[in-house]
């Protein structure tokens, strides 16, 4: 735990200095869920999603292969499960960012799923 202060400097920071825009990416993340919510084989629930996390679940296994395949195509993302997938949005994603990025996995799930 030695490291425990550099870590607590770097969360004091971001409530001094990145608070107020939390809820961009909040935001951000209820746009992305939403445009997920629309892609075939992609399932999950907008109203569901009250932070920065977006969890998706997917027609059948395949999330590892999946992410894999969305970070090819300049997304990434982490498998959760055989079927489970964690998203998150943050400082340096955009709205802009988030149609890209559903647009991106809607290609990557008609090929996959």
Request: a neutral charge; glycine letters at 8%.
């Amino acid at each position: 735990m030695r490291q425990v202060g550099v870590l607590c400097a770097a969360a004091l920071y971001a409530l001094d200095h990145h608070l107020p825009r939390l809820a961009d990416d909040h935001a951000n993340a209820r746009r992305l869920a939403e445009g997920l919510a629309a892609v075939r084989g992609i399932g999950v629930d907008p109203v569901q999603v009250q932070t920065n996390i977006v969890i998706f679940e997917l027609a059948g296994a395949g999330a590892a292969n999946f992410v894999s395949r969305a970070a090819a195509a300049g997304v990434r993302l982490h498998a959760i499960g055989p079927s489970r997938i964690r998203a998150v949005t943050h400082l340096d994603v955009s709205g802009d960012d988030i149609d890209t990025a559903v647009r991106a996995l809607g290609r990557v799930a008609a090929e996959t799923l």
